[in-house]
């Protein structure tokens, strides 16, 4: 197949759903590009999860689908516009359709419309808040010409489920995770397991569904869940967004087969047996990344002449993701950490997190540390031979862009899906954990003997696996890998319009 040079970086319907009603302005196609720029082609509507990280990847699956000649509409709300700007600059066939954020009873006015602008705790009700975008979507959907012949949508937007069957077209769910978190979560909104005693954070839930039976703590699980309250319009919302996914034609994953073979080649009783297509990763697949997810705030050039400056695999990064900011006092714990360990470093410091001091000074005068304030050029950053160690808070998108760079990883899952995450790189034996949880703040001194037996020779066994399961990345998404393939199967199902 010729592939163009696009490229970028029924049972629960008792559950209420949040639908506040407010007015609408006309939804808008882009005004540069025909609705799905094609006739005779496929149209597929592409819907993500205003997030960060839920938006890039599904971003870099929408590119890759429309290099493979699929007509393509991205649905987003007037605030997150301006973040589809390189992706449509890179991919000019696909068009826009442009729909007012609702108002909610939830939500303060004017709180934003993406997560990156709120606080922690409007997460649950921004989430709710945004199924209400079904009603003027669907209108759009019918006002067009040529119709949506399929639906791609994240995780979170499960709402467009009903969407899709009111079209009487495919639904096809995409995880900006892993596949063990796809199963697992979705385990947790079917079975809703309770904990015997409420004050008992540690208490064991096992999923005997997913292969291996694996078990988390209570406070490990993802925290949508734990704050379920039964019956509370916000939470019931959320939990039918994930029952929804559940009633999809099949699931995408920003995975691989040889990082998740347990998951990926078996059927999972928890999404109903149907296929997961594992297509990542998708930040390798998309090799262009410049101002991947932002503007850096050092250019890369500059990053890569400081780090050619030191011997392959001695830097440790250190990046917590765009959402996490650390506590002055797990900042003091990194600060401490690496002024002990000797270790050379770049560390990416996100906005509101206070470095001690002096610190940044130091480590500026004795040539061995680098800290940026704001967006990092992260995917560069892990592919120099300087980098082999990666200090992460184990979301996703950060734990496949190093995987695919052959670097190795010290973990602190602190939420999310993020314990998850750690459990499957533990699982590959390519990272080292030296802290857990959102609050907790490590010992600075054990965290030092960490990182500096990382960059010395105890941790040459895991740097190496780490390389090697690069390679397999590499492998996966080159014609004729596994996430190729998948791929390739996926355009067929999506091309197949009766």
Not at 271 to 294: H, I, P, Q, T, Y
């Amino acid at each position: 197949m010729q592939i163009s040079s696009c490229v970028l970086c029924s049972e629960f319907s008792h559950l209420p759903i949040a639908m506040p009603s407010s007015m609408y302005a006309a939804p808008q196609a882009s005004a540069s590009n025909g609705v799905g720029n094609g006739d005779g082609m496929p149209h597929v509507l592409v819907v993500p999860y205003p997030a960060q990280g839920h938006m890039l990847p599904l971003l870099d699956l929408a590119a890759l689908l429309a290099a493979r000649g699929l007509a393509l509409t991205v649905a987003v709300t007037a605030g997150n516009v301006r973040l589809l700007a390189p992706f449509l600059a890179a991919c000019p066939s696909v068009a826009t359709v442009v729909l007012p954020f609702p108002s909610s009873p939830f939500l303060p006015a004017g709180c934003g419309e993406n997560t990156k602008d709120l606080p922690a705790d409007l997460f649950r009700p921004f989430m709710a808040s945004l199924a209400a975008i079904s009603a003027p979507l669907l209108s759009w959907c019918k006002s067009q010409p040529r119709g949506v012949t399929a639906i791609v949508s994240d995780l979170f937007t499960g709402w467009t489920l009903p969407l899709a069957e009111e079209l009487g077209v495919p639904h096809v769910a995409f995880s900006c995770a892993n596949v063990h978190y796809l199963a697992t979560t979705h385990s947790l909104w079917r079975r809703m397991p309770t904990r015997r005693h409420l004050d008992d954070a540690d208490e064991i839930v096992t999923f005997s569904e997913v292969p291996g039976s694996p078990s988390f703590p209570w406070r490990s699980l993802p925290w949508m869940f734990r704050v379920h309250v039964p019956g509370d319009e916000v939470s019931e919302t959320i939990r039918r967004n994930f029952l929804w996914n559940i009633e999809s034609s099949c699931f995408v994953a920003n995975s691989f087969a040889a990082l998740e073979e347990a998951y990926v080649e078996h059927p999972l009783p928890d999404l109903m047996a149907k296929r997961v297509f594992a297509v990542g990763a998708l930040s390798d697949a998309v090799r262009n990344c410049d101002e991947r997810g932002g503007k850096p705030a050092v250019a890369p050039a500059k990053v890569a002449a400081w780090l050619d400056g030191f011997d392959d695999g001695s830097v440790v990064y250190i990046c917590f993701g765009s959402q996490q900011a650390l506590s002055p006092a797990q900042a003091a714990c990194v600060a401490g950490a690496l002024a002990l360990s000797s270790v050379a470093f770049v560390w990416a410091v996100r906005s509101g997190t206070v470095v001690p001091e002096g610190f940044e000074a130091a480590a500026t005068a004795a040539s061995r540390g680098m800290v940026i304030r704001g967006w990092a050029p992260q995917v560069e950053i892990l592919r120099h031979r300087a980098v082999g160690w990666f200090l992460t808070h184990c979301g996703w998108n950060s734990v496949l862009e190093a995987t695919a760079a052959g670097v190795a990883m010290l973990t602190w899952p602190m939420g999310a899906d993020q314990f998850i995450n750690a459990s499957v790189l533990a699982e590959a034996g390519v990272a080292v954990p030296v802290a857990e949880g959102a609050d907790t703040v490590p010992d600075a001194g054990k965290m030092a003997s960490v990182m500096a037996a990382a960059v010395a020779k105890e941790g040459e066994s895991v740097r190496e696996r780490a390389v090697e399961l690069g390679r397999k990345a590499a492998a996966a998404v080159a014609e004729g890998g596994t996430s190729h393939n998948d791929l390739e199967e996926l355009v067929r199902v999506l091309s197949d319009v009766d």
